[in-house]
């Protein structure tokens, strides 16, 4: 029981990152109504980025940190701007593989700039303890991206439902012709609701380097996952992408431990489950 | 069909009958991929050309069909009909399960969900170890026989051999799917396309047809990778990657995905195109790439759709 209970510790931080991934990619979904395949993408740019800027700015985690998701969130300015803009008209399968074409791209960028090697990471200080909990050592570190997680949701509540922004952003994505005739700049919004989820992912690639490595597959397992989290929670529902995570965040720690060679099998299961019964996901709207 | 592209056709076929003779094992070797991507891409354009559904995990077919007919031609006979035939079934009958969940859904969905499923099959070509033999990959596939009821035996060791058996292969394969694509059947699958209510109210089941469409789109699929297998003797996971999922689609588009015979132009340019690159650069991806952005912004209509095109503004 006990070892129940702390593997179910251990899942929950795993799903905090999952959730930072997925939270973008619902958003831009949602507002968009583009699917990012190379959201995966941006959550492995935002690992590099920040390896790279905290390198380079004298092994200050935090300041890496900033900075590296905000770089990302810029190069998710001009995927926006200059691509994504030419396909919003035309069929859903030409934007999908729009996004592939960047999967692409930036997964053999990353190889022609750092190399195919996987990069150690850094543990920041201060967060570079264990705690006991349990009777097992729990990281430190591992507890304060439990915190994180439910703080930016937090934060996305509050913006989307208290801050002028935010309320423009939930008009635009539910009525684009009426949001845009009573003069909200819709363009514009999209562009800043891409560069939001490009810099959540970021952030989530950017926090998972003390505990995972870096390297160049790192983007295609979790947008996978991401995927998984989408059917399940329901595409375009933040909600929906937080309990999803955190269901296929603890489904695969104790898949891991339990069933360890069926254990990504598992959330095909759940996910399989979960359209047969609810094929517009937990809290998505059901499809017109 | 013309008889200008009828001609055109039989000298195709001639061409290749006799190439053989004409050319090096290595282009040999080339032709024959170019043939299996063929394959797979025609039968991955059924649903994306025809139907309108863009499936990003057919690698799951292809793959699964060069797994099972390499162990089948290890572990159960030592012929190759049978291989090949056996891991093709294997791999329809995925499809049929995979099938029955994707096509619920349309659109972004189905995409996301046919990628999910092929990712489950990547993973476990990874993580199966002691039937795919993991990373290293399924090793040691015999180029099997070719057995004939009645004792006529004839051996597949020189590629030459090998290649006149893909190429029977696959010309009826695509006359197969030639057969269906113009069949009512195809037809109901166009309109599905076109406007799928519509197509319902006419009192079409069309969850159904897009069922028949995935599975038989994943037979195809199925049967190039089964074609692989004893090319290779080895498989490996990468051949359940998305990025080989994208190569049908990269095909298909790059010969045009309302044609027949686009995907097999786009296979043979997208063959070339590969190898010219990977002779040049490792990263090939990225050419790769940087090809699909500038056909996805300028030529959606593929080759054969702009010379089509192009005709047409000829004769006005």
């Known amino acids: 029981m006990r070892t129940f209970l702390f593997q179910g510790l251990v899942g929950l931080s795993e799903a905090m990152y999952l959730w930072m991934v997925a939270a973008g990619l619902s958003l831009i979904f949602g507002v968009l109504r ?47 701007r200059f691509f994504l803009r030419l396909v919003y008209r035309l069929e859903v399968a030409y934007q999908l593989l729009l996004t592939f074409a960047f999967v692409l791209i930036f997964n053999d960028l990353v190889k022609l700039i750092w190399g195919p090697i996987y990069q150690a990471p850094p543990m920041p200080p201060g967060l570079d303890s264990s705690l006991s909990i349990l009777g097992q050592a729990y990281p430190l570190y591992n507890l304060f991206i439990i915190l994180v997680g ?49 810099w959540l992912a970021a952030l989530g690639g950017a926090l998972s380097i003390p505990i995972r490595p870096v ?68 809290f998505g709207t059901r499809e017109a | 069909m013309k008889p200008y592209t009828l001609i055109g056709l039989c000298l195709l076929i001639v061409v290749l009958m006799v190439l053989p003779l004409l050319v090096s094992r290595f282009y ?22 025809y139907t309108g559904l863009l499936s990003f995990g057919h690698a799951a077919f292809y793959a699964t069909g060069a797994y099972a007919t390499g162990l089948i031609l290890k ?84 590629v030459s051999n090998y290649y006149y058996f893909v190429l029977i292969v696959t010309l009826l394969a695509i006359l197969l799917l030639y057969t269906i694509v113009n ?64 190569e049908p689609i990269l095909a298909s588009l790059l010969g045009g995905i309302h044609t027949f ?12 195109l590969k190898e010219t690159v990977v002779r040049h650069t490792e990263y090939w991806l990225l050419v790769y790439g940087i090809i699909l952005l500038l056909i996805l912004l300028g030529l959606r209509g593929g080759v054969v759709g702009a010379l089509i095109q192009f005709k047409a503004k000829a004769k006005r």
């Not at chain 1, 990012?36 to 740019?45: C, T």
């Not at chain 1, 300041?63 to 810029?74: E, T």
């Open chain 2, 183 to 246: 069949s009512s059947f195809g037809l109901v699958l166009q309109g599905i396309r076109e406007n799928s209510n519509r197509v319902e109210f006419a009192g079409i089941p069309i969850k159904r047809y897009r069922w028949i469409a995935f599975v038989i789109s994943g037979f195809f699929a199925g049967l190039a990778g089964a074609l692989l297998a004893p090319l290779e003797n080895t498989v490996a996971p990468a051949a359940a990657d998305w990025t080989k999922s994208s």
């Open chain 1, 215 to 282: 390297s160049p597959g790192m983007g295609e397992i979790i947008i996978i996952e991401a995927f998984i989290v989408a059917v399940i929670g329901g595409l375009g529902s933040l909600k929906g992408a937080f309990i999803g995570a955190i269901l296929i965040g603890l489904l695969h720690v104790y898949g891991v431990f339990y069933v360890p060679v069926f254990e990504m099998a598992l959330a095909f299961i759940l996910m399989a489950v979960v359209l047969i019964l609810r094929p517009w996901g937990l």
């Open chain 1, 34 to 80: 583009v699917l990012n395949f190379a959201h995966g993408s941006l959550y492995m740019l935002g690992a590099y980025l920040t390896f790279y800027f905290f390198g380079l700015l004298g092994h200050n985690f935090w300041l890496g940190l900033v900075i590296g998701p905000v770089f990302v969130a810029g190069i998710g300015l001009l995927m926006e």
């Open chain 2, 261 to 272: 015979a686009g995907p097999i132009v786009g296979s043979a340019l997208f063959i070339l």
């Open chain 1, 150 to 198: 439910p703080l930016i949701a937090l934060g996305l509540w509050f913006l989307l439902e208290k801050t002028r922004w935010g309320r423009l952003i939930v008009a635009s994505a539910s009525d684009r012709e009426m949001a845009s005739a009573l003069g909200v700049n819709v363009p514009r919004l999209y562009t800043w609701v891409f560069m939001l989820g490009a």
């Open chain 2, 28 to 49: 040999l070797y080339i032709t024959l991929q170019v043939l299996m991507l063929s394959l797979f891409a025609l039968g991955f354009n059924l649903l994306f050309g």
């Open chain 2, 75 to 158: 572990n159960v006979t030592n012929s190759l009909i049978p291989g090949v035939l056996g891991g093709t079934l294997v791999a329809t009958l995925l499809a049929l399960i995979i099938g029955f969940f994707c096509v619920r859904h349309t659109d972004v969905y189905f995409s996301m969900l046919t990628l999910a499923f092929g990712m489950m099959v990547y993973s476990l070509a990874w993580k199966w170890r002691d039937v795919t033999g993991g990373d290293d990959g399924l090793i040691g596939i015999p180029r099997a026989p070719l057995q004939i009821p009645g004792g006529l035996s004839f051996s597949m060791k020189a």
